[in-house]
């Protein structure tokens, strides 16, 4: 089982660093028939972060955004999403005691409670979860 945070599926649909192994990952998850999760949160994070890469910094056009958007929305009826509740309590616990957001907590929560490695991109987040000991990809 691995936890895809919303940094890793943002690189599955938009060209930029990191996208060329976070997909050749995918790849190879999904013909090994991976068990993916998310929890629900990320498709919201991922969707901000295709917002921000075209209204705030302007590297894709409207276009793009719409279309990373939509390819967004057909990888995510591909994966197991869990709700957010499940992680609350551990998330807020977490995020305070690693100083990262609750978001990022979130991720951290639900790959230690399921003993799954954890796709993510996010360096703070990536630190918070080798102190956990929890496996990070890449």
């Given amino acids: 089982m691995i936890v895809l945070d919303a940094s890793f599926l943002v690189k599955l649909v938009i060209t930029e660093e990191g996208s060329d192994k976070a997909r050749k990952l995918m790849r190879q998850w999904v013909s090994s028939g991976e068990h993916l999760v998310v929890t629900e949160q990320a498709l919201l994070e991922a969707l901000n972060a295709i917002w921000k890469h075209s209204v705030k910094t302007g590297e894709i056009g409207e276009k793009d955004a719409l279309d990373a958007a939509e390819d967004l929305m057909a990888l995510w009826s591909k994966l197991y999403v869990i709700p957010i509740s499940g992680t609350v309590n551990e998330a807020i616990r977490l995020a305070m005691e690693e100083r990262i957001t609750v978001y990022d907590a979130a991720y951290l929560s639900l790959a230690m409670s399921r003993n799954a490695g954890l ?8 630190k918070a979860a080798s102190r956990k000991k929890v496996m990070i990809i890449p």
């Avoid at 796709?119 to 990536?126: E, I």
């Fill in 119 to 126: 796709a993510t991109f996010d360096k703070k987040l990536s």
